[in-house]
């Protein structure tokens, strides 16, 4: 059980392409999803949280126009990052919770490559 | 604000050894959970083990163990009979467990990149 599944686990585009993640709950209702971005040989960084039907909250230093979020629905939240450059490229991991004491479990991941 | 401290960037142990990864925290809460998380290079998160505070018994999942040492604020992860397979990064995270923070955000340590020698 509480599976999360991401897609696409690996997406190549062009500067300037705005490109979306889907994160999907597939066995339970994800009350909250949390977006992180990891860099090479480095911890997760959380990005932002979403819980379903409301807006989002990022944290410090992280641009809302740019990296847009939505939940809207119990077992769907997605990532698009807008007019991706370069600098955007990394690995991005999505999370799922279901219930507040319990763990959150994460999809496999998307590797961005922005060109 | 809460730390969570991974003191050892990298550790090797020898196949079918035991391996101990250490990791401290910083909190002023009394209730809060600890977590161990699994990063092999396919790089998925998996859920090793969790701890709640207020157990005393440490919590246990087959080959994995950990010493929860409240007072001092440590929370270690012991592997038995170590696997090729878990070769991984290890990391360390903590949850407080406040009724005001519904979000239940992570605070994750750095990580130990665990290898094992065959």
């Known amino acids: 059980g509480a599976v999360v599944s991401q897609h696409p686990s690996w997406v190549i585009c062009k500067s300037g392409t705005s490109v979306k993640i889907e994160c999907r709950s597939l066995d339970f209702q994800a009350t909250t999803m949390f977006w992180y971005r990891q860099f090479p040989k480095q911890s997760l960084m959380l990005m932002a949280t979403s819980n379903e039907g409301s807006k989002a909250t990022y944290e410090q230093g992280v641009e809302k126009d740019k990296f847009l979020i939505n939940h809207a629905s119990l077992t769907l939240s997605t990532l698009t990052v807008t007019s991706a450059h370069p600098e955007d490229s990394s690995f991005y991991i999505c999370s799922a919770r279901g219930q507040r004491y319990q763990p959150q479990h994460f999809g496999d991941g998307t590797r961005l490559s922005i060109l | 604000a809460q730390t969570v401290t991974q003191s050892q960037p990298e550790m090797s142990v020898q196949e079918a050894e035991t391996v101990t990864l250490s990791c401290t925290y910083d909190t002023s809460e009394s209730d809060y959970y600890l977590f161990w998380y699994k990063q092999p290079p396919s790089r998925q998160m998996i859920l090793v083990i969790r701890q709640e505070a207020y157990k005393q018994q440490n919590a246990t999942e087959n080959r994995f163990s950990v010493n929860f040492q409240k007072a001092a604020k440590s929370f270690s992860l012991k592997i038995s009979d170590s696997q090729l397979g878990d070769a991984a990064m290890y990391f360390c995270?903590?949850?407080?467990?406040?009724?005001?923070?519904?979000?239940?955000?992570?605070?994750w340590g750095a990580g130990t990149k665990l290898i094992i020698k065959p």
């Open positions: 995270a903590y949850r407080r467990d406040h009724n005001m923070d519904s979000n239940y955000q992570l605070i």
